[in-house]
């Protein structure tokens, strides 16, 4: 194979793969996904990062399917929004959301979320729901 197909070969692979992870928006016309991160006080990028997506994936949307585990991101994403909606009081989120807690290792809840790690806020509120010392 030469060099010149290898190439073009490696670019086709890599624009199916950004069209696949841009369908990640249409799924659900309900969720707001700029919205989301503006709420977290994410940059677009770092939104992008949490969900394990290429940046340019959130600003070109199309129909389809979603990848799994950017989906069950998203799903988490939309229920730590909802748990904070019941747990963190309005005023004090930006300041919740920006401090570094015991129970993330003296990190803050938008650093686990810029790392993809938004499961862990979400089972913390799970565990004060559910009645467990958090």
Known sequence: MSGATQVRKLITSARSKARVEARVLSTDDSFDLEKAGRRLGLTQEQLACALNLPARSLRHSNAGREPSQ????I???RELLSQMNDYVVTSEEKQWLVSP???????SP???I???QIRDPVIE?????????V
């Open 70 to 73: 950017t989906n069950q991101r």
């Open 75 to 77: 799903r988490d994403l």
């Open 101 to 107: 807690l015991a129970e993330f290792g003296g990190r």
């Open 110 to 112: 938008r650093e686990l």
């Open 114 to 116: 810029i790392d993809g």
């Open 125 to 133: 509120f799970d565990k004060l729901r559910d009645g467990q010392p």
